[in-house]
């Protein structure tokens, strides 16, 4: 298939352009749609209890109160001034004229404690925002916007999940933007450097525009049928940028350094295409079926960077594929045009660095790895000390206002409404047994004050004051609320969660319990349920994929193995930054536990790029060793070879990710900064000091695999040139037996 696409190349080349050109176009008209049928939220596991009690309340009960507006009076004026109350009273009346706005509760229509602070200078409006995520945000937006600022004696600012959902999306949209305008340019400015030629650096870059085009259009048709995340934007430019440029980067240095060993341009296109075709094509299926992992996942947010990820690789690899050989057809020699001075060198076919670092490697493997090794595993033990958690107010800057608003909530009033645990009991119970179970309710450890339709309790003792209106019985269901004497996020708040979901309900009623603490529980329980098919899933198919790729079941486990080395220690070293707080000074963020689900996307990310770069390796060591070459010997052409390859698109897709490090969104910074650290730690400690220890450890046992799997691979398995495997290598390249040649020139 691969030769036959060169052929075509050679001969239709224009016209493939021709299509190419119109399939872009195409692509972007659909694309351009994408924006408009992706949607906000999908962090929650629709079949969670907490989930399940949300709708319930959503349904039954008016929804919970999403929309919190802090009013400062100025100072002098207290809040039930003639002044205050007359302004107070002017708002509340006019937050409940606003459309998809309901349920309005102020400290001037209400004696509720709660929504007065401690000090008497505070007060709280509370509302219930309707709709799903989006209506939300954009319903928020236009109620912030119009009743925020200064009115009058008082200062409204605002708060609660609508408007700290409204900020992050704010955000995170400004962040990307400032993101794209460093990678872009810096990336090409690199791309130029690394070629030494103009033209060639924009064939890569061409690829990743190609790749970014092709994917909105997917997720545009994909938006229109099913959930798809708005954040699923961020990765296809992140990964369509620098997966376009890996591939179009190792074929543009293929045929390069074939026209400089003098061959014509056809017989460059053609090994070209054969050889580093197919390393491109099965870089694509390992990276596809790590991502493809996360489609195992409830969560739409996850299963949205599957979406995109899986396209924009799957279009990244078909254009590199296609285009690029076209291209390189068209340009013939050209493709060096627009050299700059230090062409000549970099159009080198072999990196002397790389080819004597292995062999440095080589001789003395166990003295170089160790201390690399030592390194990693020490980067990789912060996860010990690991915890989990969901985004909070705590992701952004303390700049913004809702973070202002939920630290002076919780700081400054009796009870959070933001921070209770949601209760909805269904079946028949009575206002006693109501009773009973809010009274037990409040003797659980690390459980404050408990409101129902029967009033309030603390410590199993009923409080005075009025029962809440809203939690008056709709049917057969009821609704409770319990306050945490511990933050949300916190061990002791998890436990209390299982506490009450233990008990039994009122009058036997079934019980749901949501809220923060609740969510959660729940998010951490729905992951780590999946977890361990999602890494079986990528172990199994990487295991496969490899082992198609090389005919040999040790190359598989090596490559497994170091890759999760690396993984692992950048993970650690998320933790040692993100959790417990270095280096929070000089990225401007607040510690906070490690996001579950950014920390499973990067997983899943970094194991897929990183066997993608595993495969462009191998590729040249196995060609070599195909060949006829000792292991010595192939492993030190193969690093010799690739080894500038491997950095140079390791530190531009690095790039990408690290402008994210820009953001002021600190899950957004622990995504960019994690990956692009992960690719660098493999490209460099892994490619180019583990991986030839491992093969002068293994030796011949690197190449070995049982005589039945022999069989299957010399069935389907294809070397670089497209022969037979198994045709005149029975033994020397998968059996282990034989005596090892060295080709003359290699």
């Known amino acids: ?207 990743g525009l190609i790749a970014i085009a092709g994917t909105f259009a997917e997720l545009y048709l994909l938006g229109s049928v099913t959930d798809v995340s708005v954040f699923a934007i961020n990765l296809t430019t992140a990964l369509g940028l620098g997966l376009g440029i890996d591939y179009g980067l190792l074929l543009v240095s293929r045929f390069r350094e074939r026209l400089t060993e003098g061959d014509e341009i056809p017989e460059a296109l053609r090994t070209t295409v054969t050889t580093a075709g197919r390393t491109i094509a099965f870089s694509a299926a390992t990276v596809m079926a790590a991502l493809a992992a996360l489609l195992l996942f409830p969560q739409f947010f996850l299963r949205s960077f599957a979406y995109a990820g899986i396209g924009v690789v799957a279009v990244a690899a078909l254009a590199a594929l296609l285009v690029i050989p076209a291209l390189l057809v068209v340009l013939g020699h050209r493709v060096n045009s627009g050299r700059l001075p230090w062409a000549r060198a970099v159009r080198r076919a072999d990196a002397p660095f790389w080819g004597r670092l292995a062999a440095t490697v080589m001789r003395r493997p166990a003295l170089t790895a160790l201390p690399v090794l ?35 909530t919780r700081r400054d009033f009796p009870g959070n409404a933001a921070d209770a645990l949601q209760i909805v009991a269904t079946g028949p119970a009575g206002e006693r047994e109501v009773a009973r179970y809010a009274a037990a309710l409040s003797r659980l450890d690390g459980a404050g004050l408990v409101q129902s339709a029967a009033g309030g309790y603390r410590d199993g003792r009923a409080v005075d004051g009025p029962a809440p209106a809203d939690h008056a019985p709709r049917g057969d269901a ?85 890759n999760t080395v690396s993984l692992t220690a950048s993970v650690g070293a998320m933790v040692w930054i993100f959790q417990e707080g270095h280096l929070s000074s000089l990225l401007g963020f607040t510690p906070t536990p ?103 450890l293994l030796g011949r046992a690197a190449w070995y695999a049982p005589r039945p799997l022999r069989a299957l691979h010399a069935a389907v398995g294809l070397d670089e040139s497209g022969r037979d495997v198994g045709a005149g290598d029975p033994e020397g390249a998968h059996g282990g037996g034989g005596r090892e040649r060295t080709p003359a020139g290699v």
């Open 478 to 562: 009821h609704r409770l609320t319990v306050l945490p004497k511990a933050d949300p996020s916190s061990p002791a708040a998890q436990d209390l969660v299982r506490e009450v979901r233990g008990l039994d309900g009122p009058g036997g009623a079934e019980t749901l319990v949501g809220g923060r603490a609740a969510e959660l529980v729940d998010s951490k329980r729905s992951i780590g349920d999946r977890l361990p098919a999602a890494v079986a899933l990528v172990v199994v198919t990487t295991f496969a994929l490899l082992f198609l790729f090389t005919g040999s079941v040790v190359q598989p486990l090596r490559a497994l193995v170091l």
């Open 1 to 207: 298939m691969l030769a036959r696409i060169a052929d075509l190349a050679l001969r239709r080349a224009r016209a493939l352009l021709l299509l190419t050109v119109l399939a872009v176009a195409a692509m972007g008209a659909v694309g351009a749609g994408a924006f408009g049928t992706l949607k906000n939220g999908g962090f929650e596991d629709p079949s969670a209890p907490s989930s399940q009690a949300r709708e319930v309340i959503e349904e039954r009960f008016g929804g919970e109160q999403n929309l919190v507006l802090l009013v400062t009076t100025e100072p002098g004026t207290a809040l039930d001034s003639p002044a205050a109350r007359t302004a107070g009273r002017e708002l509340t009346a006019g937050l409940r004229e606003e459309p998809r706005l309901s349920r309005v509760v102020s400290h001037w229509d209400t004696s509720a404690p709660g929504l007065t602070s401690r000090d008497g200078n505070k007060a709280l409006v509370l509302a219930h925002v309707e709709g799903d995520p989006d209506a939300v945000e954009e319903h928020a937006r236009k109620v912030v916007d119009a009743w925020t600022g200064e009115r009058g004696p008082l200062t409204v600012r605002a708060g609660g999940s609508a408007a700290l959902g409204n900020d992050i999306g704010t955000q995170v949209s400004t962040d990307l933007l400032v993101a794209e305008s460093i990678a872009v340019p810096v990336t090409l400015v690199l791309l130029v450097i690394a070629f030494g030629s103009v033209v060639a650096a924009l064939l890569p870059l061409a690829i």
């Open 374 to 408: 030592a390194v990693l595993l020490l980067a990789a033990s912060p996860l010990l000390g690991a915890s989990f958690g969901i985004p909070d107010e705590r992701v952004l800057p303390e700049k913004a206002e809702s973070r202002q608003v939920a630290t002076e």
């Open 594 to 696: 490690m996001d579950t689900s950014m920390t499973v996307l990067m997983f899943c990310i970094v194991f897929g790029l990183s066997m993608d770069y595993e495969v462009f390796v191998t590729s040249r060591i196995k060609e070599l060793h195909d060949a006829g070459a000792d292991s010595a010997t192939a492993v030190t052409g193969g690093l010799s070879r690739t080894g500038r390859i491997v950095t140079m698109a390791a530190g531009l897709l690095a790039v990408s990710f690290f402008a994210f490090g820009t953001s002021q969104v600190s899950f957004l910074q622990m995504f960019g900064v994690g990956s692009g650290l992960a690719i660098l730690i493999d490209a460099v400690a892994v490619r180019g000091v583990l991986v030839p220890a491992a093969m002068r």
